[in-house]
T-cell receptor
Framework: AQKVTQAQTEISVVEKEDVTLDCVYE???????LFWYKQPPSGELVFLIR??????QNEISGRYSWNFQKSTSSFNFTITASQVVDSAVYFC????????????FGTGTSLTVIP | DTGVSQDPRHKITKRGQNVTFRCDPI?????LYWYRQTLGQGPEFLTY????????KSRLLSDRFSAERPKGSFSTLEIQRTEQGDSAMYLC?????????????FGPGTRLLVL
């Protein structure tokens, strides 16, 4: 069975602090894809990043960085120097590679950045 | 705007009424997905189309739910005899062929309230 766990329900940080959002996944597949989406109050899910299971290279995009570790089945997301506009709910998701096209989403982490 | 669009954005209905939602995917995308999201949860997969063919359906999709994509472009999701438990955000997503097909791009959602 596929499962994505985001243990942090809510996080509050003061602007300019760094924050890490945790994501732990379960799958028996050897090939799979991991995603992070941002859901601002407007409701639309915004795609942030996709990682393939065979590519463990970490990635940095501006203030965002992602740490993928297959050994611990984790795909954590760090925001550096947080800003008020980062306030949103962040979802981690898993997609199997060859059976089905559905995403398995975690329950999300609500991030509030306090000015 | 070339993103996924959904209509209406909000719908309030009385229990027992039928409702229909529309999704227009990104124009070159051949895959279309419907998800349901309740408060405090991540999106849950409902169904998936490749072109006009409905290839997957979740067991969440009861007999009262039906989805169509008649010409392989826009899709409709109909809920018959609505129940209060159907109150949720209904999200549509689309993805393209090829290497990028794993990434789903989401619309703004239709928020349904059943009174």
């Amino acid at each position: 069975a596929q499962k994505v766990t985001q243990a942090q329900t809510e996080i509050s940080v003061v602007e300019k602090e760094d924050v890490t959002l945790d994501c732990v996944y379960e799958t028996r597949d050897t090939t799979y894809y991991l995603f992070w989406y941002k859901q601002p109050p407007s409701g639309e899910l915004v795609f942030l990043i996709r990682r393939n299971s065979f590519d463990e290279q970490n990635e940095i995009s501006g203030r965002y960085s992602w740490n993928f570790q297959k050994s611990t089945s984790s795909f954590n997301f760090t925001i550096t120097a947080s800003q008020v506009v980062d306030s949103a709910v962040y979802f981690c998701a898993l997609r199997r590679s060859n059976t089905g096209n559905q995403f398995y989403f975690g329950t999300g982490t609500s991030l509030t950045v306090i000015p | 705007d070339t993103g996924v669009s959904q209509d209406p954005r909000h719908k309030i209905t009385k229990r027992g009424q039928n409702v229909t939602f529309r999704c227009d995917p990104i124009s070159e995308h051949n895959r279309l997905y419907w998800y349901r999201q309740t408060l405090g949860q991540g999106p849950e997969f409902l169904t998936y189309f490749q072109n006009e063919a409905q290839l997957e359906k979740s067991r969440l999709l009861s007999d009262r739910f039906s989805a169509e994509r008649p010409k392989g472009s826009f899709s409709t999701l109909e809920i018959q005899r609505t129940e209060q438990g159907d109150s949720a955000m209904y999200l549509c997503a689309s993805s393209s062929r090829g290497r990028r097909q794993e990434t789903q791009y989401f619309g703004p959602g239709t928020r349904l309230l059943v009174l």
